[in-house]
């Protein structure tokens, strides 16, 4: 497995000052978070020549660009909403091609109004059965997280199963199936052989069981137990940290690998 962090951590750096903090700490890749204005420039706005520089920067540090964080949501009951977020997919697909990325993040979100976890899933994998082919002729996986309506497992899962693509996979987002109060077992056993990114941070929880952040090893989510079955079944992506408004990244950086690495 590879160690990446998510530009949450460096949201004031360039994308060199980025990559530069990731060779310190040891870390293989960086997640640029696309859509809220952070500096490394890693966004559709940027021009032709932007996208070579972009790309000429991850290659010379010998830092890969693990995966480019979106906005995008596709649950939306509206149809025009979808088709514009179907639309936005692909041309991120295009600034992955041009940065040189395999990867891109996208969510399920949450619908506007209330409907079945049944019409939700189907919503989202007609979305992404529009999107597979564009995603399999560029070679771009697009990893659906388990996150908001979808942070259970197996509903995120059944949405990418529909689809039936090798370029339709999921973003397990450890922390938010486990909220739903599916083991890392359970979550695990939902999601195996759909993975092809993993969002990491550790976390406590209040009587509501709302999360609170914790460092690597001082939350209560078991990471032991994800580390394993990630190693036992052969993944070889990336364990990404996203830590958003948390800590510096002299302090999470350095101490989450060191954790997980233990684990491994």
């Not at 149809?79 to 969510?107: N, P, Q, S, Y």
């Not at 370029?167 to 999601?191: C, G, Q, R, S, V």
């Not at 079955?229 to 350095?254: D, F, H, K, M, R």
Request: with cysteine; net charge negative.
């Amino acid at each position: 497995m590879k160690f990446a962090f998510m530009s949450f951590t460096t949201p004031d750096k360039t994308l060199k000052e980025t990559l530069d903090i990731a060779k310190k700490y040891g870390y293989d890749g960086v997640e640029p978070r696309a859509q809220l204005g952070h500096s490394h420039g890693v966004e559709l706005e940027a021009t032709v020549e932007e996208r070579k520089e972009i790309k000429r920067v991850f290659e010379g540090e010998g830092i890969e660009c693990a995966c480019i964080a979106t906005s995008i949501m596709y649950c939306s009951t509206i149809e025009e909403k979808r088709e514009k977020e179907i639309e936005l997919t692909k041309m991120f697909i295009d600034l992955a091609v041009d940065t040189g990325c395999k990867r891109i993040r996208v969510f399920g979100g949450t619908p506007e109004i209330p409907i079945s976890y049944e019409e939700a899933i189907k919503i989202v994998a007609e979305a992404l059965s529009k999107i597979s082919a564009y995603a399999e002729k560029n070679k771009v996986y697009i990893c659906l997280e388990t996150h908001d309506f979808f942070s259970r497992a197996d509903i995120a899962a059944s949405s990418v199963k529909m689809v039936k693509s090798p370029y339709i996979k999921i973003n397990w987002d450890i922390m938010h199936p486990f909220t739903k109060m599916m083991t890392i077992e359970e979550a695990f056993t939902e999601l195996k052989g759909l993975i092809e990114h993993c969002h990491i941070h550790d976390g406590t929880y209040d009587k509501a069981r709302v999360p609170k952040l914790a460092l690597m090893g001082e939350g209560e989510i078991p990471y032991n137990i994800a580390v394993r079955l990630l190693q036992n079944s052969g993944y070889t992506g990336y364990l990404s940290g996203e830590y958003i408004n948390a800590w510096p990244p002299e302090v999470v950086l350095p101490h989450d690998i060191e954790v997980l690495k233990s684990y491994m």
